[in-house]
């Protein structure tokens, strides 16, 4: 199987997941039932979240550094906000969170400081890393700041 097909394939399953989570979140949302919610909140954690996690960082793994085209300006927009959503989870006291959350961290900030790239060269190398903490922030419940900047870089290099 090529790269190619397999990026296909993981976009797909991808979006199978994440309309899963969404119809659970929709359900926790109109739920009241405390038991019921503990149950999807247990099965998101163990179930989605971790597949989520991984096919996500495979298929940046795979996507083709080449193949993202993202002028400076706009990369510099999102690395702000990525910069942003680090400093703000930073921020969260660290034993709500697990131990490899903070090494991520420090990686991302680790490339986010090299002054000898360009904004977009600095954004195809944060890629990978941004999944693993999207999954950990929704794990703890946070306000979606690296969620929603993901959202936003990935929908513009999917472009």
Known sequence: MSDYDRLNDLKDILD????????????????????????????????????????????????PQEAIIISDEEAETQLVKVEQAVVAIEQIPSITYPSELTSLLQEIRDKLKKQDKAASAKLK?????????????????TEGLMYKAWKKIERIVRR
Not at 125 to 141: F, G, H, Q, R
């Open 16 to 63: 199978l997941l994440y309309e899963k989570l969404g119809e659970f979140e929709k359900e926790l949302m109109m739920n009241n039932s405390k038991p019921a919610n503990f149950e999807l909140k247990q099965r998101i954690k163990r179930e989605i979240l971790p597949n989520i996690r991984k096919y996500e960082t495979e298929y940046w793994e795979l996507y």
């Open 125 to 141: 190398v944060v890629l990978p890393l941004i999944p693993a903490i999207v999954s950990y922030e929704i794990e703890m419940e």
